[in-house]
């Protein structure tokens, strides 16, 4: 799970096109573009627009901010596996019949179909990713959050633009 995470008081908007420009971004520095790349970035757009969605205002202090912080990133870089897995699951028809697609069963079957793919060929890299991401959320976590704070307030996201004729 990429590790963007949006302006605590910019909001999911911000987030969403954080998350896939930054993803963009970072495929052009290392030469990862390919067929995956829409993917990855749809991924890291809804992670950094459930983010940017977080109750901040609420008043929360440091201790259960990081809390919530640290289960979102628990929960995001599990869909993050599942939502990348759908990009080349559908394709896996030569594969075991249990876990691959199959075009004429109802949609339950293919959905229980697609969770056994996910825990058999992704579950331990996206434990891997759960476990890396809330470390990272721990360790630097605050100086972020604090960063993130101070650029929100000088870019001044609630000013509105006026029109003259």
Do not use: K
């Amino acid at each position: 799970m990429p590790s963007h995470v949006g302006a605590p008081e910019a909001g999911g908007g911000f987030g969403f096109a954080l998350g896939a420009t930054s993803m963009f971004a970072s495929a052009i520095l290392t030469a990862g573009i390919g067929p995956w790349l829409p993917y990855r970035m749809l991924g890291a757009s809804w992670v950094a627009l459930g983010a940017g969605l977080l109750p901040w205002r609420r008043g929360l202090r440091w201790p259960a901010e990081l809390a919530l912080l640290c289960g979102y990133t628990a929960f995001a870089s599990l869909a993050y596996g599942f939502v990348l897995n759908m990009s080349f699951w559908p394709f896996s028809t030569s594969g075991d019949p249990g876990i691959s697609p199959v075009p004429v069963a109802p949609l339950a079957t293919n959905l229980a179909h697609f969770v056994a793919f996910s825990l058999a060929t992704s579950l331990g890299w996206d434990l891997g990713r759960v476990i890396t991401n809330v470390a990272l959320v721990l360790a630097v976590g605050r100086p972020v959050m604090t960063a993130l704070r101070r650029a929100s307030r000088r870019a001044a996201f609630e000013a509105r633009g006026e029109f003259v004729d």
